[in-house]
């Protein structure tokens, strides 16, 4: 499986921005600088206007975060501006954090081409959108598909109509879309079925509170990681129940780091601070004392703590043999200890 030099370590954290800004370039940049600040890979935006999104109509939301909100009210207070890409994009760059987007639609897609966007992302609602789809595999960059609400024939039909259209490396994250997400609403199995069934590199979009999610997910096979960040003091930030505030960006990737470490070995691992304690096995001893031509019996040697003379395991091979010299009882039965035969 071939990997994107974008995605340059593992695990890998995407900062989602969405509609955390506010409203306000300023506070876009200052998450930028957030993100960057507290150890995330990437950061990343949504590129739309809520008429790209839905009609503008009297459409509410049904239950969740945003319950009675107008669709359309929605989107046009979380979107961010498209005359702010370019002076995001140049921000990122200036201080060295990757950047790229979620598109919405095929014009969003010819506008982020503009701006030379390394990555796109499939959010999960337009994953059956199968012209964006196309638009964004024509591009022959990489691509992110979040597949929250969709069953595997579904994803199936998605992955083959994209590497169809030109796509060259896709990469799925399991998600719930449900804002926020409940424990209840996870099945991490989903991850390994999804990495066993595509052969696929597979990640994460984390809708819940928390990391203890995401750190699970890594010992399932999960290597990409997206989760919404925001400011504390904005008030008006629209994913900020399920939002990483401040140095919870760098405690949740500290956590992901923590997680990493204890699979990162893909072969049978001890550490070399754990051989050290290979001193405390058991070895062979003498439980009496033993003269020259004596036999080793059950009742001159035993196996005991530390790890001294021979190994426990040669203590059956050693009945019936005889001593070389003699051997102090307490002592450590060494191979030079043993008569040749």
């Known amino acids: 499986m071939n990997k994107n030099k974008f995605f340059n370590r593992f695990p890998f954290f995407i900062a989602e921005i969405s509609g955390n800004h506010g409203g306000k370039i300023t506070n876009a940049k200052k998450l930028i600088l957030l993100a960057k600040k507290y150890g995330a890979d990437a950061v990343k935006l949504q590129t739309y206007t809520a008429d790209m999104m839905t009609l503008k109509n009297k459409e509410e939301i049904k239950g969740g975060l945003w319950k009675n909100e107008k669709l359309w009210d929605l989107y046009n207070r979380a979107h961010t501006p498209l005359k702010w890409h370019k002076k995001l994009f140049d921000y990122a760059k200036k201080i060295n954090i990757k950047i790229f987007s979620t598109p919405f639609s095929e014009e969003s897609v010819t506008f982020l081409e503009k701006l030379n966007c390394p990555v796109y992302k499939i959010s999960s609602f337009e994953m059956n959108d199968l012209n964006l789809i196309k638009a964004v595999a024509k591009t022959k960059k990489p691509i992110i598909i979040s597949t929250g609400t969709f069953l595997l024939k579904e994803i199936d039909r998605t992955i083959k109509f994209a590497k169809y259209n030109g796509a060259k490396e896709i990469i799925l994250l399991y998600c719930v879309s449900c804002y926020p997400s409940k424990d209840e609403d996870f099945n991490l199995n989903n991850i390994k079925i999804l990495k066993k069934k595509y052969n696929l590199q597979i990640g994460l979009s984390d809708h819940s509170k928390g990391s203890i999610i995401s750190e699970y997910s890594i010992f399932m096979g999960a290597e990409i990681f997206e989760k919404h960040i925001t400011l504390s003091n904005i008030k008006n930030a629209v994913d900020k129940e399920f939002s990483l505030k ?96």
């Open 246 to 341: 401040n140095i919870e960006i760098r405690n949740y990737k500290n956590k992901l780091e923590r997680a990493f470490n204890f699979i990162k070995n893909k072969s049978f691992f001890r550490s070399k601070n754990e051989l050290k304690n290979i001193y405390y096995r058991r070895s062979v001893y003498a439980s009496a004392d033993i003269y020259p031509g004596e036999l080793f019996t059950k009742k001159n040697i035993k196996n005991l703590r530390p790890n001294k003379g021979l190994s426990a395991d040669k203590y059956l091979c050693l009945l019936g043999k005889k001593s070389k010299i003699f051997i102090k009882k307490n002592t450590p039965i060494k191979q030079h200890h043993i008569k040749k035969i």
